[in-house]
């Protein structure tokens, strides 16, 4: 199952929303990946993990488990990057859910949901801001019913509500046990790290602009994703070539 054409896949996304007094809110949305359907809109005061759980049963009471989710690579989504797993993620592996995530830096791979939300944003925008989140929570219902069933799709030539019930959908198949492991680690001097990897000690170049930063290596076989344990960001993602010694930059 591909996700840029997956019967069963949820993408997920949040943004920020504006009320008439100018208070900060974010909305979230769980969206079909294939036929682009709004399975859920709701506004919040801030979008936290309980938030992302809470939204995420609530969609599946209605719409049933999809087979996988696909996110950006937020806290709220995803706790990998930090070494840790958080509550969704736990959730997701208990219903036998692939996660996927975007890959880092390339925030593309959620493009349908990001400009779901362009549109939803524009749609908003054309009347006064809402007063209040349970205001704005009735007008996001108000535009899923518009998008949904209204407003034609130029990629599948129909409405999403049409797209999202013409097909079957995959469902949740027994996972493969996890063998990702986190290494706690800091750059040295010269901008490298090292890794034994099958009783071999290898070294990872990158960058003497790192040197002293503390990471957390996230490592599944040979894939290597080595990241910034204060920030989150992606320092180097690798596959290890066990013929060399030295994995260069």
């Given amino acids: 199952m591909s996700s840029g054409d997956a019967t069963g896949c949820w993408q997920s996304d949040f943004t920020h929303v504006r009320l008439a007094d100018d208070t900060d809110v974010e909305v979230i949305t769980w969206l079909d990946d294939y036929s682009r359907y709004a399975l859920h809109i709701s506004a919040h005061p801030r979008i936290t993990v309980n938030t992302v759980v809470s939204t995420f049963t609530r969609t599946t009471s209605s719409h049933g488990l999809p087979a996988a989710t696909l996110t950006d690579n937020g806290l709220v989504y995803t706790a990998r990057y930090r070494g840790d797993i958080n509550r969704f993620e736990k959730h997701l592996r208990a219903h036998d859910i692939e996660q996927r995530n975007g890959t880092g830096n390339h925030p593309q791979t959620q493009g349908k949901v990001e400009r779901f939300q362009q549109t939803m944003k524009k749609w908003l925008a054309a009347t006064e801001p809402a007063t209040t989140i349970a205001e704005l929570n009735t007008r996001l219902n108000a535009f899923a019913t518009i998008y949904n069933t209204q407003r034609v799709q130029s990629a599948k030539k129909t409405t999403p509500y049409a797209a999202?019930?013409?097909?079957?959908?995959?469902?949740?198949?027994?996972?493969p046990a996890?063998?990702?492991?986190?290494?706690?680690?800091?750059?040295?001097?010269t901008g490298k790290v090292s890794l034994r990897y099958d009783s071999r000690m290898y070294s990872i170049g990158v960058g003497r602009t790192h040197a002293r930063t503390r990471v957390v290596l996230i490592i599944k076989d040979r894939h290597i994703t080595i990241v910034d344990k204060t920030t989150g960001e992606v320092i180097r993602d690798l596959t290890l070539d066990p013929t060399r010694r030295y994995q260069k930059q």
């Fill in 178 to 189: 996890d063998t990702t492991r986190y290494r706690h680690d800091r750059i040295d001097r």
């Fill in 164 to 175: 999202y019930i013409s097909k079957p959908k995959d469902t949740p198949s027994p996972l």
